[in-house]
């Protein structure tokens, strides 16, 4: 654990920040202002991926409007740039927050670090795979009795998946007003002693 800290302590830099925002924006602008409209002008939907809230109902909905095999390799094409920007997202995520840890060092901090917290971005990165891999399925034709399992598999993962990225948000905030406040309270200049200004 220490060394992979280390290793992240090694990297959350202004550069390694700014690499990781930048691949982050730029995924994340083509996927969504690029990708998901020719998606969307194939299928008449936009991509489950980016649906929220997604029912089961939606889903089923949505999957039998498709064309037999029409939307294949536009998703295919959306879901790999996505998944570049999750990844992306999740790595600024980690240097953001072990940045922000190493400016004002607690106790708070450290036991937060030692729990595991820098793992969460990763879980919403594993969610959004297996989501990913449960939407091919059906943009791919699914039918018979894996169906309806795979379309609630996706919906009730999709859910947690936002859950956690609003948790991620949540936290972000929490960490960035503790910093500040550290930083205040620190430059505060200490108070003087209240004795008697006359001498006795």
Not at 167 to 194: D, E, K
Request: glycine share 8%.
């Amino acid at each position: 654990m220490n060394s992979v800290l280390e290793f992240l302590k090694s990297r959350a830099t202004g550069r390694g920040l700014a690499i990781a925002a930048g691949t982050a924006a730029v995924s994340g602008l083509i996927s969504r202002l690029i990708l998901a409209p020719a998606y969307h002008g194939i299928t008449g939907f936009t991509p489950f991926d980016v649906q929220f809230p997604l029912s089961p109902f939606m889903i089923a909905v949505e999957r039998g409007g498709y064309a037999e095999g029409s939307a294949v390799a536009a998703y295919v094409l959306f879901a790999a740039v996505d998944l570049l920007y999750m990844v992306a997202s999740a790595w600024l995520f980690i240097l953001g927050w072990v940045w922000l840890f190493s400016k004002v060092p607690t106790r708070l901090f450290a036991f937060l670090t030692r729990g595991g917290i820098l793992m969460l971005p990763t879980y919403i990165v594993f969610l959004d795979i297996a989501t990913k891999v449960g939407f091919f399925r059906l943009v791919r034709g699914l039918t018979g009795p894996s169906f309806a399992a795979t379309v609630e598999f996706c919906a009730t993962v999709h859910r947690l998946k936002f859950a956690l990225i609003d948790i991620r948000h949540y936290l972000t905030a929490a960490f960035l007003l503790a910093v500040v406040l550290g930083l205040v309270i620190r430059q505060r200049p200490p108070r003087r002693s209240s004795g008697s200004a006359f001498p006795s």
